[in-house]
Nanobody, 125 residues
Framework: QVELVESGGGWVQTGGSLRLSCAAS????????VAWFRQVPGKERRIVAA????????YIADDGKGRFTISRDNAKGTLFLQMNRLQPDDSAIYYC??????????????????WGQGIQVTVSS
């Protein structure tokens, strides 16, 4: 069974940091593209960050550039999102996602087959 489980969310003050983790129970994790998306009420799920199978290609959405870093540990089957200088607008449910088409990442939710359950991030003023 393929499972993705997020952890590391919670509550932080503006300017603080969080490191989200996604534990992937996926065989041959190193062949998967993986990504982080987030969603707030009333809005579509949007890309936060993505990386291809070995992490040599990465994408950070504009509002996360300079603050967010995506990384992966293929040996441990884990995806990370380091978020620094958090702002209230970063509050959302964060989801990790994975897809077997791993050579290139995608920023579209529809291109990811497997999803975690989501984890809440709340940034307060």
């Amino acid at each position: 069974q393929v499972e993705l489980v997020e952890s590391g969310g919670g509550w932080v003050q503006t300017g603080g940091s969080l490191r989200l983790s996604c534990a992937a129970s996926i065989r041959a994790f190193s062949t998967y593209a993986v990504a982080w998306f987030r969603q707030v009420p009333g809005k579509e799920r949007r890309i936060v960050a993505a990386t291809n199978w070995h992490g040599e290609l990465t994408y950070i959405a504009d509002d996360g550039k300079g603050r967010f870093t995506i990384s992966r540990d293929n040996a441990k089957g884990t995806l990370f999102l380091q978020m620094n200088r958090l702002q209230p607008d970063d509050s959302a449910i964060y989801y990790c996602a994975a897809d077997e088409r791993g050579q290139y990442y995608s920023i579209l939710p529809s291109n990811y087959k497997y999803w975690g359950q989501g984890i809440q991030v709340t940034v307060s003023s």
